[in-house]
């Protein structure tokens, strides 16, 4: 969830990232803005594996969500985190399926993003209520301050 689009829509790229490197692999990297950055999701993730592990930008590296960091603390059980991230994943799969059900089948754009575009044109309570559901579960339980 953390690359999919679900958790975050961009990723902003940091002083010690090398873009020209980065580009060379292949990442498109948005550099208009101060601080570059990349869109989410993320072209390098194939399933549940960053493809280019070994030369992932800093905050890649420097991520944990907060279920891994509670995990890592000891204050749960992989079990407990595991039906955390279960819970997380079947909400997303029930909002993915009401925007399908909207004719949105873009998978090349952020789950946030996808929902505000569908919104646009087509008002829906029912989708509004979920994402607004889905961002507080996700604020509690996955985002950190990192
Ligand atoms: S570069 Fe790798 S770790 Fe970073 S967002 Fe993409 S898939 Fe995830």
Redesign the pocket.
């Known amino acids: 969830m ?2 999919s689009g679900v958790l975050f829509e961009i ?1 902003k790229l940091q002083p010690e990232d090398s873009i020209r490197d980065l580009e060379k692999l292949g ?1 498109q990297i948005n550099r208009k803005k101060t601080e570059p950055y ?1 869109k ?1 999701p ?5 399933d549940c ?5 070994e030369q ?2 800093t ?2 590296r420097r991520f944990s969500c907060f279920q891994l960091e509670l995990l890592a603390a000891g204050e749960i059980d992989e079990a407990a985190a595991l039906a955390k991230i279960q819970e997380a994943r079947s909400k997303v799969a029930s909002l993915k399926s009401e925007l399908e059900k909207a004719g949105d089948f873009n998978t090349d754009t952020a789950l946030t993003e996808r929902v505000e575009q569908v919104l646009i044109s087509q008002p829906n309570e029912g989708m509004m209520e979920q994402m607004r559901e889905l961002k507080i579960f996700l604020g509690r339980h996955f985002r950190t301050l990192t």
């Open positions: 953390c690359c990723v990442m990349f989410q993320c072209r390098f993730l194939d594996t960053c493809k280019i592990y992932r930008p905050r890649c």
